[in-house]
């Protein structure tokens, strides 16, 4: 199965600053992956997918960039409501796979 | 609104068997594949199987067949998970997934997530 390796696992970022995450996939995976924001006691949300593509209703401060087996994800301004986890998912292939997640936290 | 909403919590004793459902809402229910994945205490995400809301036919992850049941019922839009013999290390958080079939087959929309409990 294909691995999903983020880096860092926490982020401390201050409010307006920008936050660049990364997710590594263990083969090429090409442009199959996607994005998701997670608090506490909600449902995980879909931000990108297509490694760049913004889902329906997401601001344009995240983006994605990437392809193969390196990938990004870059909030250009943390706003208060972007604190949570962030998590990697290939749909490349099966069985999905997820990376651990990346916290980003208030510094 | 599309919306997945799932069961409450469960408390269980080993041995003891769970239905976990998930009701689908603002959409047509056989269109997108429903998705369970697994979240354990400080664990990633895993992805247990799926069923094909169409054909009903589910497919399992390895590690996932045996103790582990994903069917549906059309008529009220509603996939379930049994888990039978329930164990300790089923202790996790289960979450039920659409699948999006226009955008890669990406999961997009998420239930708000089932906490399972097994403890004596």
């Known amino acids: 199965e294909i691995v999903m390796t983020q880096d860092p696992a926490t982020l401390s970022v201050s409010p307006g600053e920008r936050a660049t995450l990364s997710c590594r996939a263990s083969?090429?995976?090409?442009?199959?992956l996607a994005w998701y924001q997670h608090k506490p006691g909600q449902p995980p949300r879909l931000l990108i997918f297509?490694?760049?593509t913004r889902a329906s209703d997401i601001p344009p401060r995240f983006s994605g960039s990437g392809s193969g087996t390196e990938f990004t994800l870059t909030i250009s301004s943390l706003q208060s409501e972007d604190f949570a986890v962030y998590f990697c998912?290939?749909?490349?292939?099966?069985?999905?796979?997820f990376g651990q997640g990346t916290k980003v936290e208030i510094k | 609104q599309v919306q997945l909403v799932q069961s409450g919590s469960e408390l269980k004793k080993p041995g003891a068997s769970v239905t976990v459902s998930c009701k689908a809402a603002?959409?047509?229910?056989?269109?997108?594949?429903i998705n369970w994945v697994r979240q354990a205490p400080g664990q990633r995400l895993f992805w247990m199987g799926s069923i094909n809301t169409d054909s009903g036919n589910p497919t399992y992850a390895q590690g996932f067949t045996g103790r582990f049941v994903i069917s549906l019922d059309t008529s009220v839009s509603t996939a379930y998970l049994q888990i039978n013999r329930l164990q300790a290390e089923d202790t996790a958080v289960y979450f039920c997934v659409r699948s999006r079939p226009l955008w890669g087959f990406v999961f997009d929309i998420w239930g708000q997530g089932t906490v399972v409990t097994v403890s004596s």
């Open positions: 603002g959409y047509s229910f056989t269109n997108h594949a």
């Open positions: 998912m290939q749909y490349h292939d099966w069985p999905r796979t």
């Open positions: 297509r490694a760049s």
């Open positions: 083969q090429s995976i090409r442009n199959t």
